[in-house]
Each structure stands twice: as C-alpha cells, then as structure tokens.
Antibody, heavy 115, light 111 residues
C-alpha cells in the first residue's frame, strides 16, 4: 500500500504563499492523478485541485482558480501544491490524495495564517 | 455552499446497522458516481467506497454503498466502536469539468 508523506506545520503571514510537498517513498508519483483537499478548523473537507498526468490537465475548485499552483519535482518524486495570497480563511490542514478516486491520502500539513 | 447534503450527525450502538445519506441533484450524483471517505481526527482520510458500491481492498464487507437517483447511502452493519468517525460523500460537481465536491460530513457516534 502506497503511503504519502507530508511536511510539518507552517505559519505564514497574510498575503504570503505556502508550498506544501507530498511524497510517496519508493513509489513514482508521475503516473498518478493527485488531488489536494483541505479542512479548516471545525469544518468539513473541501476539494481544491486535481492534476492528472495522464492528460496533463489541472482542474481547480471554484474557490481556488488562479490562486493555486500544482507542480512536481521529478528528481525527488515529490508533488507540490502552492497557495498564494493567503488570508486567515486559509488556515487549515491540507491533504494530498493519490489516485483518480482519491484512493490514498497523506496525514496532512497544518497551515496557520496569522499576522 | 455544500451541494451534497449529509446529516451532521448519526449514532448507533455496537452491533447495530447505521445508514448515512447523501443528497445531491441531477447534475451532481444523478449523473455521476459517489465515493465515501472515513476520517478520524488527526488521521489521513480513508477511501471506504468508490463508484457507488465498490470496496477497496482491505475495507470490511460490513461497509456498503448504494445510489439511487440523486441520493446515495453508506450503510455500516455490525457497528463497532472503531467506526466512530466522520464520514464524507464525494462526487463530481458535473460530468464535464472534473471538479469534485464533498458533502458536509456526518459525525458518527457509537454509543
């Protein structure tokens, strides 16, 4: 079973950007669809974006078009999601999920946006 | 705005059968398949059911899913204390864009 590794907590100022990695040790991410989902404190899951390497398409959630960048470092087999122009509303746990059905999930990266 | 509607809470006693509903529309759920995810606090969410009624390898058979029209359901039989978690349904927002949406989640309490 593939396991996804995510990084430790991040604290950012409003207006800044945050870049969150997602790695699957011993597994190549390059052929797998990957999603990013977040959960704000006390709220439910919110789907953000999906990149499908099969067709090279990136699909964005309604609230994130223009504010999210997804890419990867093939040399380290790490996928990244970068969220720009942070506000306090972006304080959340950010999950990466692998596979077309969001089959496997990481344990999340906490991002706190505070002045 | 949550376009997939779930009850905020559900409960049951050990051994009972519990169902959790997920209501959508003709464009969401009606024209697409539904997945269900289990999320324990502080843990990675887990895919429980995909394509309406399929269980990934390793998911016990007491978890089952179904879909009818613009609604879907997750059933858990032989309820166990470890099933206490929040359950989310998810589907494509429409059949063309590839966008996904989640339901608001249902917190299941095992009494």
């Amino acid at each position: 079973q593939v396991q996804l590794e995510q990084s430790g907590p991040e604290v950012k100022k409003p207006g800044a950007s945050v870049r969150i990695p997602c790695k699957a040790p011993g597994y190549s991410l390059s052929g797998s669809s990957r999603h990013w989902v977040r959960q704000a404190p006390g709220k439910g899951l919110e789907w953000m974006v999906n990149f499908d390497p099969g067709d090279g398409m990136t699909v964005y959630g309604q609230n994130f078009d223009g504010r999210v960048t997804v890419n990867e470092d093939t040399s380290t087999d790490t996928a990244y999601m970068e969220l720009h122009s942070l506000t306090s509303d972006d304080t959340a746990v950010y999950f990466c999920a692998l596979g077309g059905q969001m089959d496997v999930w990481g344990e999340g990266t906490t991002v706190i946006v505070s002045p | 705005q949550t376009v997939l509607t779930q009850p905020p809470s559900a409960s049951g006693t050990p051994g009972q059968r519990v169902t959790i509903s997920c209501s959508g529309s003709s464009s969401i759920i009606g024209g697409n398949t539904v997945n269900w995810y289990q999320h324990l606090p502080g843990a990675a969410p887990k895919l429980l059911i995909y394509t309406n009624d399929q269980r990934p390898s390793g998911v016990p058979a007491r978890f089952s899913g179904s879909k009818s029209g613009t609604s879907a359901s997750l059933a858990i039989s032989g309820l166990q204390s470890e099933d206490e978690a929040t359950y989310y349904c998810a589907s494509w927002a429409d059949s063309l864009s590839g966008r996904w949406v989640f339901g608001g989640g249902t917190k299941l309490t095992v009494l």
